[in-house]
């Protein structure tokens, strides 16, 4: 989707927009027949999105690799494609 910021809106938050690593944009979505499906975001208002300090931090924990039951031979033979000899020639 393309943000469509006019020149006003542009100048007043362009160091919001430049530097920051998230940005939310309200405005109006448009779509016009001859894009293609293209959507633009016609921009009203940017607002920086800033992180809560006063939050505390996220809990970060090691997830544990899921447990897969063994893979056998029957296993492979119902995914794989049915197996073509090259080496024998066209049918002979």
């Given at each position: 989707m393309n943000a469509i910021v006019p020149k006003k809106l542009y100048d007043t938050h362009r160091l919001t927009i430049r530097t920051e690593p998230l940005i939310l944009i309200e405005g109006i979505l448009e779509r016009h027949e001859?894009?293609?499906g293209?959507?633009?975001l016609l921009a009203k208002s940017i607002t920086r999105l800033t992180p809560n300090i006063d939050a505390p931090a996220a809990t970060v924990r090691a997830l544990r690799p899921a447990e897969q039951p063994p893979t056998t031979a029957e296993d492979f033979a119902v995914a794989a494609p049915a197996v073509m000899n090259f080496g024998r020639g066209r049918g002979r």
């Open positions: 001859q894009g293609a293209q959507i633009n």
